[in-house]
């Protein structure tokens, strides 16, 4: 999360998309920019490495990401340029694929006197497409979050996202499922802001499952 308001969009890379059925803990987190409305997995806890241009943010971040409940989500952003924390949280309202509705805020920094930006965000998710509406609201006015993402398939997903307002950009990028808790996620960013600038953004994320999938496993007949 960097201390500028585009940060918003970074600072909770607080989804954790589900690939497909066939990859019940790949995680697909985030898109590339914007806030996304489906929840961590309960229990699970997300570790990423973010680098970026300058442009964009904080140039070296690393991110740590719990679902806490099956309605509830915490993030933590540690920024190394300027050094820094970063809070944001999301709750889900409604979390019954096809239709999902979340709300939270993002890029509380209060080492740099950063306010919380709240959103709301809709969803409406199916086994391939994921298509993304919302509304966040940063200082002193609200910007708008459009997303799309495409699953091919339980390795690879094809993904664009737009956040109105000067600072913001335009985005396209994919991710891949290097191994079941394994991700990579490189992405191009094209600035709202003349003259317009095309920037570089990757982030490595690996998803550790604390207690979710152990006590699933536990309660099955037969195993230990």
Request: net charge negative; hydrophobic share 40%; aromatic share 12%.
């Given at each position: 999360?960097?201390?500028?308001?585009?940060?918003?969009?970074?600072?909770?890379?607080?989804?954790?998309?589900?690939?497909?059925?066939?990859?019940?803990?790949?995680?697909?987190?985030?898109?590339?920019?914007?806030?996304?409305?489906?929840?961590?997995?309960?229990?699970?806890?997300?570790?990423?490495?973010?680098?970026?241009?300058?442009?964009?943010?904080?140039?070296?971040?690393?991110q740590s990401e719990l679902g806490l409940t099956k309605w509830a989500e915490i993030a933590v952003f540690k920024g190394f340029k300027p050094n820094e924390l970063i809070f944001g949280t999301e709750l889900g309202l409604l979390q019954r694929e096809p239709y999902l509705l979340s709300v939270g805020f993002v890029?509380?920094?209060?080492?740099?006197?950063?306010?919380?930006?709240?959103?709301?965000?809709?969803?409406?998710?199916?086994?391939?497409?994921?298509?993304?509406?919302?509304?966040?609201?940063?200082?002193?006015?609200?910007?708008?979050?459009?997303?799309?993402?495409?699953?091919?398939?339980?390795?690879?997903?094809?993904?664009?996202?737009?956040?109105?307002?000067?600072?913001?950009?335009?985005?396209?990028?994919?991710?891949?499922?290097?191994?079941?808790?394994?991700?990579?996620?490189?992405?191009?960013?094209?600035?709202?802001?003349?003259?317009?600038?095309?920037?570089?953004?990757?982030?490595?994320?690996?998803?550790?499952?604390?207690?979710?999938?152990?006590?699933?496993?536990?309660?099955?007949?037969?195993?230990?």
């Amino acid at each position: 999360m960097q201390p500028r308001h585009l940060i918003a969009s970074h600072v909770l890379a607080v989804s954790a998309i589900l690939a497909t059925a066939h990859a019940s803990f790949a995680t697909t987190k985030g898109l590339n920019q914007i806030v996304t409305p489906d929840l961590q997995r309960e229990g699970d806890l997300s570790l990423s490495f973010q680098a970026q241009s300058e442009r964009i943010g904080n140039p070296y971040e690393i991110q740590s990401e719990l679902g806490l409940t099956k309605w509830a989500e915490i993030a933590v952003f540690k920024g190394f340029k300027p050094n820094e924390l970063i809070f944001g949280t999301e709750l889900g309202l409604l979390q019954r694929e096809p239709y999902l509705l979340s709300v939270g805020f993002v890029n509380w920094s209060p080492h740099s006197h950063v306010d919380p930006q709240p959103f709301i965000e809709a969803g409406y998710y199916t086994e391939h497409s994921k298509v993304i509406v919302g509304a966040i609201h940063v200082g002193y006015r609200n910007e708008v979050i459009l997303g799309y993402a495409y699953d091919f398939n339980a390795t690879w997903r094809a993904q664009i996202d737009f956040q109105s307002g000067s600072g913001n950009s335009s985005t396209i990028g994919v991710t891949c499922n290097l191994t079941r808790d394994l991700q990579v996620n490189p992405a191009i960013y094209v600035t709202n802001d003349a003259p317009h600038h095309a920037l570089g953004y990757i982030v490595f994320t690996y998803t550790f499952h604390l207690w979710g999938e152990k006590e699933k496993r536990a309660a099955q007949p037969g195993e230990k």
